[in-house]
């Protein structure tokens, strides 16, 4: 009866872990080589890139006559009263001042017309990645970009999620 019993535990812890026991499936996908090949991402970039040289020359514009109303303040300062040098160099100050405000502005800018215009990318990707970890019975997808992975001992999904998103 003692034996019994004993054999009645175990086949019953036995099967208790056995039910509580999930199968885990891992697969992984670099994100940067998914981006790379998401449909408007180069337009985007495009749309960055015209946007941060007009800012540039801008910027650039702003340095030149800066440079300048130094060049003219330094040629005739000994020209000057000290009323019109306090106010050349207030001037000079202010202007300073703006460029360096347009600078901080335009990074701004720049960042935020960044996100605007990824996030729709971004967020496309990664509904594809979890509909194929769904579809595809995945547990955890990690992102080989990101150096997270240890071991690339999972399936890379990179392929199902391009089949997925419809590119090559």
């Known amino acids: 009866m003692k034996k019994t019993c004993i054999v009645i ?9 056995a039910f509580a026991q999930k199968t885990v499936k891992l697969g992984h996908i670099d994100s940067n ?3 790379k090949i998401m449909p408007g991402r180069d337009s985007a970039q495009t749309i960055l890139q015209n946007e941060m040289m007009e800012l540039e020359n801008e910027l650039n514009n702003m340095k030149m006559e800066l440079q300048q109303m ?5 040629a005739k300062e000994s020209q000057m009263s000290d009323l019109i040098k306090q106010t050349k160099q207030k001037d000079l100050q202010d202007k300073g ?5 347009f600078r901080e502005m335009a990074q701004q800018r720049l960042q935020e017309r960044e ?9 496309k990707a990664k509904q594809a990645i979890r509909d ?7 547990t955890y997808i990690f ?12 399936d890379d999904i990179l392929p199902l999620v391009k089949k997925k998103l419809g590119l090559n």
């Open 9 to 17: 535990a175990i086949a019953l812890m036995s099967l208790g872990t």
């Open 33 to 35: 080589e998914l981006l």
């Open 70 to 74: 130094y060049n003219d303040y330094v």
């Open 97 to 101: 001042a703006r460029l360096e405000e």
């Open 115 to 123: 996100k605007a215009l990824l996030t729709p990318i971004i967020d």
């Open 132 to 138: 194929v970890a769904k579809e595809n019975g995945y």
């Open 143 to 154: 992102d080989s970009a990101v150096g997270v992975t240890l071991y690339e001992g999972g």
